[in-house]
Each structure stands twice: as C-alpha cells, then as structure tokens.
C-alpha cells in the first residue's frame, strides 16, 4: 500500500508521518483494500480546509475531513477497466489539524486519537461509505468505532 502524507508548514506537534501513515494502512487493511492500493492524506491548516469545502461542495464553512474519491460511485472498480498502472488510486482525505485539536478538546480526548478518527472516517468515505442518511451514517458511524477499537487495541 502506499499512502502519501503531506502536512502543511507550522504544524509543530503534529503526530508522525509514519503515525498517520500507519493509521490510514490499518484502515486499508480492515477494509480488505488490495496491497496496490494508494491514497493521499494531507494535513492541513483550516483557512485551505475551508476553502476546498466552498469550491467542492459549495459550503463556505469550516469542516474537519474532506475526502476527494477517485473511485466512480459505489466505490468499486468497473471490472472491465483496471488500472493502467496496476495501482487502485482511492483518492485524497484532507484535515484541518487546527479543527482536530479542537474537537479533542471538546471531545476530551488525546488530538491524536481526534486524527485517528478523521483518518478513518476519510478513508471510508474514499472506500465508498457515505452518511448523507440515517441509515448510511448509523452503518458508516458503527464501522467507524470498530476500526477505531482495532486500531487502539494497538494504541493509538
């Protein structure tokens, strides 16, 4: 698997990358992705945040994990195209570090489990989970806590 992390200047205290990548390959795993999976993960400052919400899903708001899918609906792969590199691309997940720490403090919990969580609820959306419905949300949300329980059973 090859998950690319790019973290924004000014980031001091900003977990690892090989932290955040190791989070990102262990949702990979619990998902079953394929070993020539590859995804980006950028940590970034709110203000970029912000600004991809607006001219993407026309929000002008902050938000804390955005997900960029290179998958086609579903998330699966048409199975009369493969990859022309051999490699299945997911797509992008983005956070805004300066909302993770606010949400772990309004959470009271360690800012590194609030990345891990943003981490995991990114990947599954570029895996193809959607909460844009109760029932979507209950099944993303349930899946979510058990890949968080995985994960901490290594300590997050």
């Known amino acids: 698997m090859e998950i690319n992390v790019l973290i924004e200047e000014g980031f001091e205290g900003c977990p690892e990358v090989g932290w955040l990548r190791s989070i990102a390959e262990q949702v990979l795993v619990a998902q079953g992705a394929s070993s020539s999976a590859e995804l980006g993960l950028v940590i970034a400052r709110q203000e970029r945040v912000q600004e991809l919400n607006r001219s993407y899903l026309g929000r002008d708001e902050p938000t804390d994990v ?60 570029l895996l193809g989970y959607r909460d ?16 968080l329980s995985y994960i901490e059973g290594g300590k997050v």
């Open 132 to 147: 844009d419905k109760p029932e979507l949300k209950r099944l993303m949300s349930a899946r979510e806590r058990e890949i």
């Open 66 to 125: 955005l997900a960029f899918s290179m998958l086609p609906a579903g998330g699966d792969l048409p199975p009369f195209v493969p990859p022309p590199d051999g490699v299945l691309h997911l797509g992008e997940v983005i956070i805004s570090y300066p909302q993770a720490v606010i949400q772990a403090e309004e959470h009271r919990h360690s800012v590194r489990r609030e990345v891990a969580i943003l981490i995991i609820h990114g990947v599954l959306h």
